[in-house]
Nanobody
Framework: QVQLVESGGGLVQAGGSLRLSCVAS????????MGWYRQAPGKQRELVAR???????NYADSVKGRFTISRDNAKNVVYLQMSSLKPEDTAVYYC??????????????WGQGTQVTVSS
């Protein structure tokens, strides 16, 4: 069974920074895209950032210039470095991966989420 486990969330003051990590484990054959999504209370889940296997990246307009996504393919880890955090960044952040297992071609997988709270 494939698991995505996030870590690094917490409480931070506005203007501060956090670094999220997500480790993918299980019977993984290959990982294509990885990314981060977030969901605030009363809002839909939205894309924050994603990175391809070739390390092509894209970001939501709201986080451009503040967040940086990166990955370590050898370790099956994706990171999200968040700087200049704002209260509106408060949300549960979810790790995402599009990957193939040793038995099945490409599918979508999600972590359980990690809470990020930014105080004024």
């Amino acid at each position: 069974q494939v698991q995505l486990v996030e870590s690094g969330g917490g409480l931070v003051q506005a203007g501060g920074s956090l670094r999220l990590s997500c480790v993918a484990s299980g019977s993984i054959f290959s990982i294509n895209d990885m990314g981060w999504y977030r969901q605030a209370p009363g809002k839909q889940r939205e894309l924050v950032a994603r990175v391809t296997a070739a390390r092509r990246t894209n970001y939501a307009d709201s986080v451009k210039g503040r967040f940086t996504i990166s990955r370590d393919n050898a370790k099956n880890v994706v990171y999200l470095q968040m700087s200049s955090l704002k209260p509106e960044d408060t949300a549960v952040y979810y790790c995402y991966a599009h990957l193939s297992t040793i038995r099945a071609v490409g599918g979508d997988y999600w972590g359980q989420g990690t809470q990020v709270t930014v105080s004024s």
